[in-house]
């Protein structure tokens, strides 16, 4: 059974008395374990279908399947539980609390989860641990690099062990160095976590770390294709 199923989406939002659509039967799968990028121009409508995979929005239309419960007809709760669960996100503006410590950014999600205090603190001390920030912990987002930003917005995505990891334009404000840098951190948590991982971006560089690039056009498929590495 995969993962994720989706089945003819749609997506359309109502613009000066039409439909403006956005999505146009997006049909496709991704297994347990995958590392896939989105990629597609400007208004091809990925961040949109990465909302929709994210359980962030719903479609207008079609069928989703997320770890085989059909998702596309919940409510806003029930979406907020799935996610709470089942997915982690990772996004290009960090999204961090600005006066708050790394520590307590990344066991932000266990709070929602009603995780007791003391696990909450082991747990994120170990996220961090994770990607190399032992000894930032403390640190607030004003006094850690761009890349350590990002990869505290890592240690948060999997704190609470969600078996998925959207990452949405994770490197566009990071300079080449450390972008790589966090590409093999995605990468390692990919083949050594076997956390599935959908990064959508508009880099062909960074797309080719992922083992299937997914490319949108005008809010259809173009291409599906396996990466050789």
């Known amino acids: 059974m995969p993962l994720i199923e989706l089945e003819n989406i749609t997506k359309s939002y109502p613009l000066d008395g039409f439909d403006l659509k956005i999505l146009k039967g997006i049909s496709l799968t991704i297994e347990n374990g995958e590392f896939v990028a989105i990629m597609g121009p400007s208004g091809s409508g990925k961040s949109t279908l990465m909302n929709i995979l994210g359980c962030l929005d719903k479609p207008t239309s079609g069928r989703y399947k997320l770890d085989g419960q059909r998702v596309d007809k919940l ?28 520590l307590e950014n990344v066991e932000l999600p266990m709070v929602y989860a009603n995780v007791p205090e003391a ?47 959207f990452a949405d334009e994770p490197t566009g404000n990071l300079d080449t160095k450390m972008s790589i840098e966090i590409m093999d951190l ?16 508009h880099e062909e560089d960074i797309a080719r770390y992922a083992d299937r690039i997914i490319k949108i056009v005008d809010g259809e498929i173009h291409s599906d294709e396996r990466v050789v590495k």
């Open 119 to 165: 696990q909450r603190k082991e747990r994120a001390e170990a996220a961090l641990a994770k990607v190399g920030l032992k000894e930032r912990m403390y640190h607030q987002p004003n006094q850690l690099s761009g890349g350590q930003q990002q990869r505290v917005a890592i240690a948060r995505a999997v704190v609470n062990e969600a078996p998925i990891i």
């Open 186 to 201: 995605f990468t390692k948590l990919n083949q050594e976590l076997k956390r599935t991982i959908i990064l959508v971006t």
């Open 75 to 102: 409510s806003a709760d029930e979406l907020a539980e799935i996610r709470n669960k089942k997915i982690g996100f990772v996004f290009q503006g960090f999204n961090l609390l600005s006066r708050t410590s790394a």
